[in-house]
DNA sequence: AGATGAACATACTACCGGGTATGTTGTCAA
DNA sequence: TTGACAACATACCCGGTAGTATGTTCATCT
């Protein structure tokens, strides 16, 4: 998990191919973005993203890779702090729907990946890749499963069923990446106040105490 | 709002092709599902979609149409009970959920179509029917707002802002649509159940007393 | 019986997009 | 200076797909 500065702000002609990538497929989806659309958003031709990667399916991983390394950086600090579940749990939480409010063309793709895989829509080659990705993916989620579990233990939390839970937390907290939108004059303060509300709906669906 | 039994049961060749489209668009998304496909999966071929369809945006379109027309069906006979808000959103939202985990190829094509409306990827031309769908879908998300409005105002719910609430809530409550699977020897009380569990989720998001 | 049209199937076209093969330019080391 | 390689651009191929134009079958009406 030790990814350099370099690899997690994008300073090369990789990451802005990445960037491009991402925000494209956002816009239109997986199938609906073409290379070329892709290059002539970065001013470019096709030559320069097969310069850089092999084929389309392993750009979209790669976009899919970077968001979620840049997801384990932002609750990296959090998640071994002291203190309450619900403490731990918020400082997680608030900092994920951040990263889904201020990297959303990535997350976008994330959670495009995941859904790509649940359909199984991939082609045999591209599973291999893919699934360790979706594994990625997993060993995140856990990381909040575990602690939701430590919270209900601890009569902090209150729920029937965990898989459940945990989807529809999931949902709360990811669900910027379809609505948010960026108004002009927008503050962070503004952003962090909108995750803010985001982290307390959540919190009161585990049945939390705010 | 007057469809006909048969418009909304689907017995006809249309409703076939509304069917199959429904799920190819579920399982491939719109861009990646081919008209042969959806054909080869009615054991046909084109030529039966275009004799009945004039084009794949507009089959996808009365896929939409179809969806929300059952969902507008099944609400109605909750929309105007006599009771607290409480109890009119609790049917409205347990019909909602019941709804999209019965007809979820439909619902993810609704979901799909308010997606690629809001990413702005419509042509022109889709745009005049397509603008009536997203209205007839807004309409839908307004009874609902309304209901949480009076609920607040009679104190029985508890929360900041409408909009944001009001897209959390839907999120939570269209979720199944993503991770449902039906289980093999899964009953109808089963599914309640977890239409159920979703809805209190749900509720306590709005701050309401169970 | 014959005409007519609905409900398809078949065959075809035009175009787009992933992928490849090859050319071009700048840089840097020996 | 020159050769070698990275970092692209250009030109092309080819499979797939939306849409069309044209047959074919069968039921129904007169």
């Given at each position: 998990?030790?990814?350099?500065?370099?690899?997690?702000?994008?300073?090369?002609?990789?990451?802005?191919?990445?960037?491009?990538?991402?925000?494209?497929?956002?816009?239109?989806?997986?199938?609906?973005?073409?290379?070329?659309?892709?290059?002539?958003?970065?001013?470019?031709?096709?030559?320069?993203?097969?310069?850089?990667?092999?084929?389309?399916?392993?750009?979209?991983?790669?976009?899919?890779?970077?968001?979620?390394?840049?997801?384990?950086?932002?609750?990296?600090?959090?998640?071994?702090?002291?203190?309450?579940?619900?403490?731990?749990?918020?400082?997680?939480?608030?900092?994920h729907v951040m990263q889904m409010i201020?990297?959303?063309?990535?997350?976008?793709?994330?959670?495009?990946?995941?859904?790509?895989?649940?359909?199984?829509?991939?082609?045999?080659?591209?599973?291999?890749?893919?699934?360790?990705?979706?594994?990625?993916?997993?060993?995140?989620?856990?990381?909040?499963?575990?602690?939701?579990?430590?919270?209900?233990?601890?009569?902090?939390?209150?729920?029937?069923?965990?898989?459940?839970?945990?989807?529809?937390?999931?949902?709360?907290?990811?669900?910027?990446?379809?609505?948010?939108?960026?108004?002009?004059?927008?503050?962070k303060a503004n952003r962090e106040d909108l995750a803010r509300k985001?982290?307390?709906?959540?919190?009161?669906?585990?049945?939390?105490?705010?």
């Open positions: 998990m030790s990814l350099s500065e370099r690899e997690l702000t994008l300073e090369s002609s990789h990451g802005d191919i990445l960037a491009a990538a991402a925000e494209l497929f956002m816009d239109r989806g997986y199938a609906a973005t073409s290379l070329d659309e892709v290059a002539r958003s970065l001013g470019a031709t096709k030559g320069r993203i097969y310069h850089h990667f092999p084929s389309k399916s392993v750009l979209f991983a790669e976009v899919f890779r970077h968001g979620m390394a840049m997801n384990y950086a932002a609750i990296e600090p959090h998640r071994h702090l002291a203190g309450s579940p619900t403490m731990r749990w918020r400082r997680m939480a608030f900092a201020t990297t959303k063309p990535f997350q976008m793709a994330v959670w495009m990946g995941v859904e790509m895989h649940l359909r199984g829509a991939t082609t045999p080659e591209q599973r291999t890749v893919f699934n360790e990705l979706i594994q990625y993916r997993k060993d995140y989620g856990d990381l909040f499963r575990s602690v939701i579990i430590d919270g209900r233990e601890k009569g902090e939390f209150d729920f029937e069923d965990v898989s459940v839970t945990n989807q529809l937390m999931f949902m709360t907290l990811n669900s910027p990446i379809f609505w948010y939108r960026p108004k002009t004059g927008e503050t985001v982290v307390v709906c959540a919190l009161r669906g585990l049945g939390g105490k705010e």
